[in-house]
């Protein structure tokens, strides 16, 4: 009786999980061929990068600062006092590889892949994406490409924005805030933060941008059931971007150079 219970959940996860290899498969594919949709191309760069900064700002500020207090506490603690200044690359790498990347992907998962569900799932709903297949348009050209390349592409921008932000508001939580010895934290920030730390971190972003498009996109393409749909749509792109994302970061920090 309980592995006829699981039998379903099973064959539904399994089903979902080909319907999106499928998505991403024609995505990828249609990438390459002519013609592209420019406009709207464009259109998903300025929504996920331009209009998604404030909210990317203040979450690496916030981040930044109690990264920097956490590690300000923990050398202080258990390592002594003065010892502070040398908590710098471990703030910044700390922030570059892992914290900024994922919260800048749960972030936009939050804004922007809801937001692709929903817009492409009232299409559905109002049988415009039927239409596409009536004027022999191809929905997956129209829709699903220029949002997925977009995302991919904008992803690391805002992650690259981040760890910036975060690096020097850890800085600034050290340094001006705490008394640490300026010098001496930039100097082995410098001295031990390497090129592939932060690029590490932007691999992942652009993964994470992949992640969240075709999810955003498969959750709206497969809507039914009028508003109520729409609704349901939005709140599963979120759910399963974001357990996908913090999946996906542990094997990509596990199996990726270090």
Not at 15 to 37: D, M, S, Y
Not at 159 to 168: A, K, P, R, S, V
Not at 230 to 237: D, P
Request: aromatic share 10%; proline share 4%; glycine share 12%.
């Amino acid at each position: 009786m309980p592995a006829l219970s699981l039998a379903g959940p099973m064959r539904n996860f399994i089903i979902q999980i080909g319907e999106i290899a499928e998505l991403a498969f024609r995505t990828f594919r249609n990438l390459f061929r002519k013609p592209w949709e420019g406009r709207i191309f464009l259109q998903q760069l300025d929504e996920i990068g331009a209009r998604t900064l404030p909210v990317v700002s203040l979450t690496a500020a916030f981040g930044g600062l109690v990264f920097g207090l956490q590690t300000y506490v923990g050398f202080h603690r258990y390592i002594g006092q003065g010892s502070e200044a040398y908590g710098g690359p471990i703030i910044s790498l700390g922030l570059s590889k892992e914290l900024i990347p994922i919260l800048v992907g749960l972030m936009v998962a939050g804004r922007v892949g809801s937001s692709m569900a929903a817009e492409i799932g009232t299409m559905r709903i109002t049988e415009q994406v039927d239409a596409l297949f009536s004027l022999g348009a191809d929905p997956n050209r129209y829709l699903v490409v220029p949002r997925t390349a977009a995302a991919f592409l904008m992803l690391p921008c805002l992650t690259l924005f981040g760890d910036l932000i975060g690096i020097l508001c850890g800085m600034l939580y050290n340094v001006t805030i705490m008394g640490v010895n300026g010098t001496v934290y930039i100097r082995n920030t410098l001295l031990y933060l390497q090129f592939w730390d932060v690029a590490t971190g932007l691999i992942k972003a652009s993964v994470f941008g992949v992640i969240i498009a075709i999810v955003g996109c498969w959750q709206g393409l497969k809507t039914e059931g009028g508003a109520e749909g729409v609704g349901r749509a939005t709140t599963r792109t979120v759910v399963i971007a974001s357990i996908s994302i913090l999946i996906v970061n542990f094997f990509m920090s596990k199996f990726l150079p270090g």
